[in-house]
């Protein structure tokens, strides 16, 4: 499966319900350690007619120290294995 890398600004397509949304940040006790929050989330109104988005949003990681390249290899690898076609990363 091909996962798509997007930056927070670009438009997403919303064809699939369901995305992971990676960003990253500097400690805010320490400048030099930079912290990572992955998120999934899912549309649960995805495939009804007229429905708005409702998302439900699943922690996966929680400020934890890691660079923005291992925040991102992390979300990929776990994208290829649930079949999520796409990460949103801001940092």
């Not at 438009?11 to 006790?29: I, K």
């Not at 912290?35 to 007619?49: V, W």
């Not at 990681?61 to 923005?68: D, I, N, S, W």
Request: proline letters at 4%; charged letters at 30%; hydrophobic letters at 35%.
């Amino acid at each position: 499966m091909i996962v798509r890398i997007i930056q927070e600004e670009s438009p997403r397509n919303d064809d699939e319900g369901e995305y992971l949304h990676v960003r990253t940040f500097a400690a805010p006790d320490d400048d030099t350690v930079t912290l990572a929050t992955i998120e999934r989330l899912i549309d649960k109104n995805y495939g009804l007619e007229q429905a708005e988005p409702a998302w439900r949003v699943k922690t996966l990681v929680l400020e934890k120290p890691m660079t923005a390249d291992e925040a991102v290899g992390f979300a990929t690898c776990y994208a290829e294995r649930k079949g999520i076609g796409t990460i949103c990363k801001s940092s």
